[in-house]
């Protein structure tokens, strides 16, 4: 996995392989089978609040340095936002989806 920085924008390019059937990613059924990805923030962000939102709107928020996402499709675009500043925009645009 390589990751190219476009100013905030952070594309990473490779491929990301299939998982089936990880229940300690949720326990909703639908989001335990898919691509994911981990994103890890410095320790400068240690206790801080960090905000994701994906493309969609939905946002999440935890204090946590590593993030693990779901990437559902080549659109997937997460935004990491501290203080109301953004840290870094995910756009998987470039990865490749490995199926089994």
């Given at each position: 996995?390589?990751?190219?920085y476009?100013?905030?924008?952070?594309?990473p390019?490779?491929?990301?392989?299939?998982?089936?059937?990880?229940?300690?990613?949720?326990?909703?059924?639908?989001?335990q089978?898919?691509?994911?990805?981990?994103?890890?923030?410095?320790?400068?962000?240690?206790?801080?609040?960090?905000?994701?939102?994906?493309?969609?709107?939905?946002?999440?928020?935890a204090?946590?340095?590593?993030w693990v996402l779901?990437?559902a499709d080549?659109t997937?675009?997460?935004?990491?936002?501290?203080?109301?500043?953004?840290q870094?925009?995910?756009?998987?645009?470039?990865?490749?989806l490995?199926?089994?």
């Open positions: 996995m390589v990751l190219e476009a100013g905030s924008t952070v594309y390019v490779g491929e990301l392989k299939h998982v089936t059937g990880w229940k300690e990613f949720s326990g909703i059924v639908e989001e089978d898919g691509h994911y990805f981990v994103a890890v923030f410095g320790p400068a962000f240690a206790g801080k609040l960090i905000t994701c939102q994906n493309k969609d709107g939905k946002t999440f928020q204090t946590d340095r590593v779901r990437v080549k997937a675009i997460f935004t990491f936002t501290v203080d109301g500043a953004v870094a925009v995910l756009d998987f645009s470039k990865i490749t490995k199926e089994d």
